[in-house]
């Protein structure tokens, strides 16, 4: 029998798959890691049982306790799920931009969820940063992750996504792409294959055009969980050799060839850190192996990315078609 014991157990080991059609031209081989195939549809999934896991040993976060953390995305589902098998409460402190798709899967593990005012300052009381920080003081027995300083998120990719990548590649790997949100994906998975391959494996950050990790201010881009506007604690800039920045229209016209030419559905992020992968295996030999992180599945933005309406209001052309009924009636 092949039976997980709780869908915890199911967190990681997600296969790798080769790109075919997006690569035309390229010599080297370029492999996508699926983390849209964790319980919680994200790679997140394995930051949130680090952080929960060390929270519990180190008396952080005792029986009933409550998690508190300023996330409405894909952190927040994977500790909601967490603390669902663990038996500890969630409050999620979001912006009121956030829409109701994404505050009704936090609320379907059992989660509450705190709406906030976007047009606030950080610093005003009523912001979702003052107001996670304000409940978690009044709440008894309250715990904050607070993922971009937390040294667990890197952590959980050095124990998981780095070792994965290493064994399923059989030591294979020459390059590894991924998005820099947080910085905790990059910084623990370069980290390793960098320590396990005595320095040859090159690490390359994607990042927003605009987003500070690659020269910018912080200006607003709206590829979703990349970017940031500071520099976050869970991010060592020694880790990655290079950072390729890329343009939303080029991270959504990938996104959408990504579903039609190679039936991989998945976010604006992923679209983004494939342009930078190809973008660097352009001229490389054909002995290379280049393997690119996809932090999350498709399905979070079919009203956006995948709606001609919504890409064409903010002035991107559509992707290639695939094919129309009137063509295959001709
Ligand atoms: N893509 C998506 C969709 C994300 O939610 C995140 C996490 N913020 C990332 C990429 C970046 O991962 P990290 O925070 O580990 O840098």
Redesign the pocket.
């Known amino acids: 029998m092949k039976i997980a014991d709780t869908i915890l157990d199911l967190i990681g080991n997600t296969p790798l798959v080769k790109l075919h059609k997006v690569t035309e031209g390229i010599g080297a081989t370029v492999l996508v890691k699926l983390e849209y195939l964790n319980p919680g549809g ?3 999934d394995r930051i949130a049982t680090r952080i929960i896991d060390a929270a519990e040993r180190d008396g952080l976060l005792l029986p009933g306790g409550t998690i508190i953390e300023p996330t409405s ?2 952190t927040g589902v994977g500790l909601a799920l967490v603390a669902q098998q663990r038996g500890y409460k969630c409050i999620f402190v979001l912006p009121d931009k956030v829409g109701e798709d994404k505050r009704n899967v936090l609320t379907a593990y059992g989660a509450e969820i705190v709406v906030t005012p976007t047009s606030v300052a950080p610093d005003d009381p009523e912001s979702y940063y003052s107001v996670s920080d304000r409940l978690v003081t009044e709440i008894p027995g309250a715990f904050k992750p607070n993922q971009y300083s937390n040294p667990n ?1 890197p952590l959980s990719h050095y124990e998981s996504t780095g070792p994965e990548i290493w064994r399923d590649t059989d030591g294979t790997v020459t390059h590894f792409v991924a ?8 910084t623990g998975t370069g980290r390793y294959l960098r320590e396990v391959s005595g320095d040859t494996v090159r690490i390359i950050g994607a990042d927003p055009e605009g987003s500070v990790y690659s020269g910018g201010t912080g200006r607003p881009y709206l590829v ?3 970017g940031e506007d500071f520099w976050p604690t869970a991010y060592d800039p020694a880790v990655p050799h290079e950072i390729i920045a890329v343009s939303d229209a080029e991270s959504f016209a990938m996104t959408r060839r990504l579903a039609l030419e190679e039936g991989i559905l998945v ?1 604006g ?1 992923s679209g983004m850190a494939v342009v930078a992968a190809l973008r660097a295996a352009k001229d490389l030999p054909a002995d290379a192996v280049v393997v690119v992180l996809l ?2 599945g498709g399905r979070g933005y079919l009203a956006k990315i995948f709606n001609d309406g919504w890409m064409r209001s903010y002035g991107f052309s559509n992707a290639p078609a695939g094919h129309t009924v009137a063509d295959l009636l001709q």
């Open positions: 994200s790679a997140k995305g894909n998120g998005g820099v949100g947080t910085g905790g994906t990059i979703e969980g990349v976010g992020s932090p999350d």
